[in-house]
T-cell receptor
Framework: GAGVSQTPSNKVTEKGKYVELRCDPISGHTALYWYRQSLGQGPEFLIYFQGTGAADDSGLPNDRFFAVRPEGSVSTLKIQRTERGDSAVYLC??????????FGPGTRLTVL | KQEVTQIPAALSVPEGENLVLNCSFT??????LQWFRQDPGKGLTSLLLIQSSQREQTSGRLNASLDKSSGRSTLYIAASQPGDSATYLC???????????FGKGTRLSVIA
């Protein structure tokens, strides 16, 4: 098995545009997490899925951010009306329920 | 609210030296604690995971200890090598179904 994969690896967009970031978890992992890491900081939690449903979305900074996991596998993080402050590395992790989290390589988002 | 602090923020040592990285957390009620390595521009690689009932874990030249009552963990790296240069992140999991809470990391440079 492959590890967690994320696409694209880099995304450059203009302020106000819409972006989608994709995460493919490890096969069979029921839990999926999104984190955001700004320069010089540790990752910060955004949203957590258990299966298809968002078990905890308390880390989403505002309603411009939304994530889905319609079939309980691949997840997409969606950001509307991007702002320069959204620039960061977006990390995805997956795990078995309550198990060790395995991280993907991240997507570096730059909003110009 | 759980907070994780890592000291020092940066460390530079000569090759061959043994070193200790420190992590402290404010709430001792944790499920587990993980140490990660992050290379520049890359994702997170899990190094060691310590369950709340454990006192330490070892992998090769790495040893991590956990003292829940005092809210501390240390990562010991023996005989450091230039290839150990990276940022080391500590993260705690408050319970089995919650996301990780990260520190800001310690940036390690091992000089040949």
């Amino acid at each position: 098995g492959a590890g967690v994969s994320q696409t694209p690896s880099n995304k450059v967009t203009e302020k106000g545009k819409y972006v989608e970031l994709r995460c493919d978890p490890i096969s069979g992992h029921t839990a999926l997490y999104w984190y955001r890491q700004s320069l010089g900081q540790g990752p910060e939690f955004l949203i957590y899925f258990q299966g298809t449903g968002a078990a905890d979305d308390s880390g989403l900074p505002n309603d411009r951010f939304f994530a889905v996991r319609p079939e309980g596998s691949v997840s997409t993080l969606k950001i509307q009306r991007t702002e320069r402050g959204d620039s960061a590395v977006y990390l995805c992790a997956s795990s078995l329920a309550g198990g060790e989290q395995f991280f993907g390589p991240g997507t570096r988002l730059t909003v110009l | 609210k759980q907070e994780v602090t890592q000291i020092p923020a940066a460390l530079s040592v000569p090759e061959g030296e043994n070193l200790v990285l420190n992590c402290s957390f404010t709430d001792s009620a944790i499920y587990n604690l993980q140490w990660f390595r992050q290379d520049p521009g890359k994702g997170l690689t899990s190094l060691l995971l310590i369950q709340s009932s454990q006192r330490e874990q070892t992998s090769g030249r790495l040893n991590a200890s956990l003292d829940k009552s005092s809210g501390r963990s240390t990562l010991y790296i023996a005989a450091s090598q230039p290839g150990d240069s990276a940022t080391y992140l500590c993260a705690v999991r408050p319970n089995g179904n919650t996301p990780l809470v990260f520190g800001k990391g310690t940036r390690l440079s091992v000089i040949a």
